[in-house]
């Protein structure tokens, strides 16, 4: 038996009493709360796993799911390649380089209930800027749920197509020039300078910035409800805001959090595939690398 | 003294070094010499106490100190990176280990001088490492190792970076820097060379195993097996089936016998070498000597030869080789009799 | 197959602290032939990266021309120019197989697969992949990466000429033999021009029929191993190749042979200088020996290196390196004697030519 060191449960206790804390306490109420009936006395009854039925053969709820994941799939068909699109064309060096990277911060420095009002009056039809020079199209978000939605995911674009552009940048900045000279000595095409060096060495970056874009969009709440105020809930997170049931409420959350869990376990597994080929042999790669 | 006892390590099922049993005096310089991957960066990071040993334990004069990080033993380490403060100046860098330990300014001013006038920097003192060539940012990582007077100093290919003339430069200082250091100093490299110039003990590594330790003359000129014997020779040692050799009488027992580089000669010794006409296959010329590649009995020899030689390739040349200078191994690969070089 | 001609290169990469121009290169006309090897050999900094970059087009030069078979080169982009060049640290496809990394060169020109198929068969046998050949580039070990990178240099068949930028710093001692021999094989059958870059005099001196030494900028001497060996044109040179380098002894001219102290060494003719430069004896430690009769000297330092020894010794107050054979003797009382065919006289570093035809 090789002897294990108790010492080290010690030390990671810390971690996991805030753990215990910030998550799994609250976590663990909600799940009480979605196994019980609450009545309006304050009355707790058990009912088992009844709340999460009624969740799952709610029609709004595989509506709003449904429009949920079409959101967060379109965000990141469009922000994903829009923001690698960007990355690859911000300079390299120069006084363009800190000029571009503060301009793209710029969005991120926004609070999301600011971005959610600012684009509420920009889209509007008679004192907004898009709305008006929309409005002979056709244009009304307030009216038409298609325009509500084009103006959510324009809305989110513009606020974080720039972090993917960040992240891109970072993983492009670090790879080796001699990485680009072997492969203009190679012949390679523009196209093959992307698809066999940018792309690999952005491959990890990019992982997070999906990752980080996913569950953000997913989980989207301010924005439409700044944006729609009052108006017919659209995604999990809003239709959440409108269920009145406690009971109802907190399945609805676990099914949503189990929901976020998944997909991200699925996307990072994919994502990370290819990582777990045999890389040992990579353990001198650094011989030499300092010169 | 340094000591390990069958020491081991194991990372996730592959053996990294396997049943290292050594000894290192403090006072000599001893060398870990081997190809890379030969085990000789994990050998140096078990010893400094980076990583735990499988099994087996590290003794530091005789106490114990398996399981102790390195944080809490009095080890320094020069590693092939040149690894510097990079916003300090020389002169803070070499002071650093001596700041840490509380040492009064006076003290730190000359031990900073002392250490800068061995490594010839001096005039460097106030510069910055990124305003440094590779061998003087290297030389203040090395000076940053003495003055901490650590008992234990670890090299780790400190040279391999360095331009060829800089390491040849470097190379002659080092066994003059060591010389009066009271501390076991581990120098590892892939260069047979390299051990031979720092002429202290050496410990001949391959695949994560000790193939032979000893005084690094008796180890080059005696070597206990044929594996010793290749990770001693650069050019690479030449060999042949003892059943193939000019004169198979002589070797009566052997399977394998080498030679190395220089002791194929264009013309005889003694009054009974052995002779072996070869055909050139090519022909390397380095400044003074002349690398002659030969088939030998289709056997690939490397001759290093005195002088400029032109031989066309596919001529027949013939060649000495003198019995004593001839190693003799058996099918195990293990040395048959040790045999004596006239110095 | 290509024979490239550099005319006037000048590089600047930026102004100094002081405002003037920093040269990488200060100025270099150099000519490689059809089919020759060659190293660029010189110490980090010295300027041989960059005209390597510049042959192929990675830089270009402030001044100066390229010419490739007579053509005018210096505004044509690399990939125009036809030019193979292996990296000092291993450049692979990540995301491809050993196999896909070699054909890939050979793809992006449109070559036939039949073609490619051969080619690339034949270089994973050269570089010794082939039990690897399938196998993603991204696990394998820095050094068989860099083979990887060495066959995409050798891939293409019709390439004007093979830039090589240090391409065995991460290779075993043991595998830079075997590699270095296969290279030059390679050329020597193929008769491809080649350009190596290295540090190393033992790789430059062995790849080589013709060694560039380069220094600060400059082109110092350009000759066979032979060359600089024997008649180093530079005190750099002599200090550069050898190992150890050549000793630089202060000197005085007397006629036909240089004074050292009160001691005389001949020359074969009385040279004749302009002005008065700085004047220099250089020496070999292999044309050093260790006699009992000769200029006393002490010894500081024996390193036996194995083939032979090494022997530091002070003579009138400098160091003097001599290299003695394995089986010669010192003796007791030793005095340094000079051969005389290793003598060379250096004006301000400058070797001066006492061969009778010295420029008036």
């Given at each position: 038996m090789k002897p294990v060191n108790q010492k080290a449960w010690l030390l990671v206790a810390p971690v996991l009493l805030l753990v215990a804390i910030s998550a799994i306490i609250p976590l663990m109420t909600v799940v009480n709360y979605s196994v019980q009936y609450v009545g309006s006395t304050g009355r707790f009854s058990w009912v088992g796993d009844e709340w999460y039925r009624e969740v799952l053969h709610d029609e709004k709820f595989w509506n709003a799911l449904w429009r949920n994941l079409v959101f967060s799939g379109l965000i990141l068909a469009i922000q994903i390649p829009l923001g690698v699109l960007i990355a690859l064309n911000m300079p390299r060096k120069g006084w363009g380089v800190p000029a571009c990277l503060v301009l793209m911060a710029l969005p991120l420095l926004i609070p999301w209930y600011v971005v959610g009002m600012i684009w509420q009056m920009f889209g509007?039809?008679?004192?907004?800027l898009m709305g008006v020079m929309l409005r002979d199209f056709g244009y009304n978000y307030e009216g038409d749920p298609m325009d509500a939605w084009f103006t959510l995911i324009l809305m989110d674009v513009w606020h974080w197509t720039s972090l993917v552009a960040l992240l891109a940048y970072a993983g492009l900045v670090s790879i080796p020039d001699a990485y680009y000279q072997a492969a203009r000595i190679d012949g390679a095409s523009k196209w093959s300078v992307f698809r066999y060096i940018q792309l690999p060495r952005m491959a990890r970056v990019l992982t997070i910035a999906i990752l980080l874009r996913f569950m953000d969009s997913f989980m989207i709440f301010t924005e439409p409800f700044a944006v729609?105020?009052?108006?017919?809930?659209?995604f999990l997170s809003t239709e959440l805001k409108q269920t009145v049931e406690l009971g109802k409420k907190a399945a609805m959350s676990i099914i949503y959090f189990l929901i976020i869990l998944a997909l991200c376990w699925v996307f990072y597994a994919v994502m990370t595939r290819n990582d777990g080929e045999p890389g040992a042999a990579d353990q001198k790669q650094t011989k030499g690398g300092g010169a | 003294m340094l000591e390990l006892r069958d020491v081991s390590r194991r990372v996730s099922g592959v053996d990294h070094l396997s049943g290292i049993s050594i000894r290192l005096e403090r006072g000599a310089l001893n060398v870990l010499l081997g190809p890379t991957r030969a085990g000789k960066t994990s050998l140096i990071r078990l010893m400094a106490g980076l990583d735990r040993p499988s099994a087996g334990s590290v003794l530091f004069d005789g106490q114990d100190?398996?399981?102790?990080p390195v944080s809490k033993r009095n080890v320094a380490m020069v590693y092939q990176q040149f690894v510097n403060y990079p916003g300090w100046t020389v002169r803070e860098n070499i002071a650093s280990p001596l700041k840490v330990r509380g040492t009064a300014p006076a003290e730190i001013e000359r031990e900073v001088k002392r250490a800068a006038d061995l490594l010839r920097l001096r005039e460097l003192l106030d510069r910055r490492p990124a305003e440094l060539s590779g061998g003087q940012q290297q030389r203040v990582a090395i000076a940053r190792a003495l003055v901490k007077k650590a008992g234990l100093i670890l090299l780790d290919e400190p040279l391999a970076n360095l331009d060829y003339k800089l390491r040849e430069d470097l190379r002659a200082e080092l066994p003059r820097l060591f010389a009066d250091s009271a501390a076991v100093v581990v120098y590892a490299t892939t260069e047979p060379a390299e051990a031979l110039l720092l002429d202290g003990v050496t410990v001949a590594m391959h695949e994560g195993k000790v193939v032979q330790a000893g005084p690094t003359q008796s180890l080059y000129r005696e070597p206990q097996d044929l594996a010793t014997a290749r990770i001693f020779s650069d050019p690479p040692i030449n060999t042949i089936p003892a059943a193939a050799a000019a004169n198979p009488a002589r070797f009566a027992g052997a399977t394998t016998l080498a030679v190395r580089a220089?002791?194929?000669?264009?013309?005889?010794?003694?009054?009974?070498p052995d002779v072996y006409v070869t055909q050139v296959e090519s022909i390397e010329i380095n400044g003074s000597e002349s690398f002659v590649r030969l088939d030998v009995r289709g056997q690939h020899w490397v001759m290093l030869a005195r002088g400029i030689h032109a031989f066309a390739p596919g001529t027949s040349l013939t060649v000495y080789v003198e019995p004593e200078d001839v190693m003799q191994f058996d099918a195990a690969g293990q040395a048959i009799r040790p045999r004596r070089e006239a110095a | 197959m290509a024979r490239i001609d550099l005319a006037n290169i000048r590089h600047v990469y930026g102004p100094g602290a002081d405002g003037e121009p920093q040269y990488a290169l200060r100025h270099v006309n150099q000519a490689f032939e059809t089919g020759g090897s060659y190293a660029l050999l010189g110490p980090s900094g010295c300027g041989k990266t960059t005209l390597l970059n510049i042959i192929s087009g990675l830089v270009r030069p402030t001044e100066g021309r390229v010419r490739i078979n007579g053509d005018?080169?210096?505004?044509?982009?690399t990939e125009k120019r036809n030019i193979a060049q292996v990296f000092q640290f291993p450049v692979i496809y990540d995301t491809m197989t050993v196999r896909q990394n070699l054909e890939f060169p050979l793809r992006n020109r449109g070559v036939a697969v039949s073609e490619i198929k051969r080619r690339v068969d034949q270089v994973i046998e050269m570089i010794g992949l082939g039990a690897l050949a399938g196998r993603r580039a991204r696990g394998l070990s820095a050094d068989e990466k860099q083979k990887v990178s060495l066959g995409r240099g050798l891939v293409r068949e019709d390439v004007n000429a093979i830039l090589f930028d240090e391409p065995l710093t991460v290779i075993d001692p043991e595998v830079k033999w075997t590699l270095r021999t296969q290279l030059r094989e390679l050329q020597r059958r193929s008769g491809m021009t080649m350009i190596y870059v290295t540090h190393d005099q033992t790789e430059a001196l062995t790849f080589a029929s013709g060694v560039v030494v380069m220094h600060e900028g400059q082109v110092l001497q350009v000759g066979s191993p032979k060359d600089l060996f024997e008649k180093p044109a530079h005190t750099f040179v002599g200090y550069f190749i050898g190992s150890p380098g050549m000793n630089v002894l202060p000197t005085r001219v007397d006629g036909a042979s240089l004074r050292l102290g009160e001691y005389m060494a001949p020359l074969s003719s009385a040279p004749r200088l302009r002005g008065s430069p700085k004047l220099e004896l250089g020496i070999r430690p292999e044309f050093v020996r260790l006699a009992a009769e000769g200029i006393p000297a002490t010894i500081e330092r024996i390193d036996d290196i194995g083939r032979h020894r090494i022997v530091r010794t002070r003579m009138l107050g400098h160091a003097v390196t001599a290299i003695l054979q394995e089986h010669e003797q010192i003796p007791a009382d030793p005095h340094i004697f000079f051969e005389p065919e290793g003598v060379h006289l250096y004006a301000d570093s400058w070797r001066v030519d006492l061969s009778g035809k010295q420029t008036p």
């Open positions: 509007r039809v008679d004192i907004g729609i105020a009052g108006g017919d809930p659209v | 100190v398996t399981g102790r220089h002791h194929i000669r264009l013309q005889p010794r003694s009054a009974s | 005018d080169v210096t505004d044509r982009p």
